[in-house]
């Protein structure tokens, strides 16, 4: 199942830089996007989503932006702290749709923010 | 902060073993899901529950998975009868409504040996 894809396994930033993590997507049918990070040995924490009708949302440090015609998004983080270092996953659904409320994820990207 | 909590933290079992996994959901949450993560590979959806039935569950939840709500407050994965493939990291999650974001809890690891 490749509906949702993160093409960087890892990536590494520089503190106070942009993190900028990559997600796209195959399923047209998809209207609800999140990013959730992950610590070891703990669940998935939910950062931030957006709607397909928008095309950027932001919360603090964390900006997410929605490509809707490339079937892309991505996520922004500025400045980047050392507290950011974890596994970062894209992940997507239909929220229209009652019952199909399933969340489809991606492979994760391993963020890491060096001093 | 509400949040999701999962027992037990770690589970070993023998192939062949029923297991069960315990969850218990934010408390004025609505929705209930179940996903798993094999090491290595992707989260995967397994179930989701809603007004004491599954709405939704993927093609990995065959007949060896079951969930129940016993109460007002746990929500448990049940599988019958254990395989070796069946070794992952289990997750619990809670929404509020259908629509918008999942709160998952720290997760069990599961260990077939």
């Known amino acids: 199942d490749q509906q949702v894809k993160q093409n960087s396994p890892s990536l590494s930033v520089q503190e106070g830089r942009i993190s900028i993590l990559n997600c796209d997507y195959t399923?047209?049918?998809?209207?609800?996007f999140l990013w959730y990070k992950k610590y070891p040995a703990e669940g998935p924490t939910f950062l931030i989503s957006?709607?397909?009708?928008?095309d950027k949302n932001e919360d603090g440090r964390f900006t997410v932006f929605l490509n809707k015609s490339a079937k892309h998004l991505s996520l922004h983080i500025v400045p980047s702290q050392p507290g950011d270092s974890a596994v970062y996953f894209c992940a997507a659904k239909r929220r229209g749709i009652q019952g199909a409320q399933k969340l489809v994820f991606g492979q994760g990207t391993r963020l890491t923010i060096n001093p | 902060e509400p949040e999701v909590t999962q027992t037990p933290s770690h589970q070993v079992t023998q192939m062949g073993q029923e297991v069960i996994l315990r969850c218990v959901p934010i408390?004025?949450?609505?929705?209930f899901y179940w996903y798993r993560q094999i090491l290595g590979q992707k989260v995967e959806f397994l179930v989701s529950?809603?007004?004491?039935?599954?709405?939704?569950k993927s093609e990995i939840f065959d007949d060896q998975f079951s969930v129940e709500r016993p109460d007002g407050s746990n929500f448990t994965l049940k599988i019958r009868s254990t395989k070796l493939e069946d070794s992952a990291m289990y997750f619990c999650?809670?929404?509020?409504?259908?629509?918008?974001?999942?709160?998952f809890g720290p997760g069990t690891r599961l260990t077939v040996l």
């Open positions: 529950f809603y007004n004491n039935e599954i709405s939704e």
């Open positions: 957006i709607s397909s009708i928008k």
């Open positions: 999650a809670s929404s509020g409504d259908a629509y918008n974001e999942q709160f």
């Open positions: 399923n047209s049918m998809f209207d609800y």
């Open positions: 408390s004025n949450h609505l929705y």
